[in-house]
């Protein structure tokens, strides 16, 4: 495979889905469910061939990441995600958000929680780009920073907004 660094040999997973523009970086998953690859791209001229990053690829350049750079951004005058968040997942076309709470850890991991309902995987943020590798999918974003403390994601027809979870106050005694 062509990359900005040169060609690399990667897994990949063909499969006959159709693809289109826009599509790249999607999930790819079995009859089961599960997170198999990351969409790609397809073979113009030739019905419903598309080429999909084996997720085994996906995990490697994640642990490749934490090892080489320890869950640190590369971009030092961004914020960093790490910490507790509030969040609200809003879809365009859908008058209700989903809210729930996450933290985003110093290890690469992370853990969102929706009335009980957790979703936990691994991240990494690197030249502005925020990865979210759960087995529900991969997402991919550049954050939009509202200072140091709000981002949000634009994920589909849909926005992810993050708001930096407040301290627990701590009760003092007089």
Not at 67 to 86: F, Q, S, Y
Request: glycine share 12%; net charge negative; proline share 5%.
């Amino acid at each position: 495979m062509k990359t900005p660094d040169g060609v690399r040999s990667v897994r990949l997973v063909e499969t006959q889905a159709p693809v289109n523009e826009g599509d790249s970086g999607g999930p790819v998953v079995d009859a089961r469910g599960r997170l198999v690859g990351v969409t790609d791209s397809y073979t113009r001229g030739e019905r419903l061939v598309s080429q999909n990053i084996d997720v085994r690829e996906v995990r490697d350049f994640l642990d490749e990441f934490h090892a080489t750079h320890r869950c640190k951004h590369l971009d030092a005058d961004r914020p960093t995600p790490v910490g507790g968040w509030k969040y609200r997942l809003q879809d365009g076309d859908d008058e209700e958000a989903v809210e729930g709470e996450g933290e985003f850890r110093g290890d690469g991991t992370f853990e969102l929680s929706h009335q009980g309902h957790p979703f936990k995987g691994r991240y990494a943020y690197a030249n502005g780009v925020l990865w979210l590798i759960g087995e529900e999918g991969v997402a991919m974003s550049s954050p939009t920073w509202r200072g140091r403390d709000c981002f949000t994601l634009r994920l589909g027809d849909a926005d992810l907004t993050f708001d930096r979870r407040p301290a627990k106050k701590v009760a003092r005694n007089p």
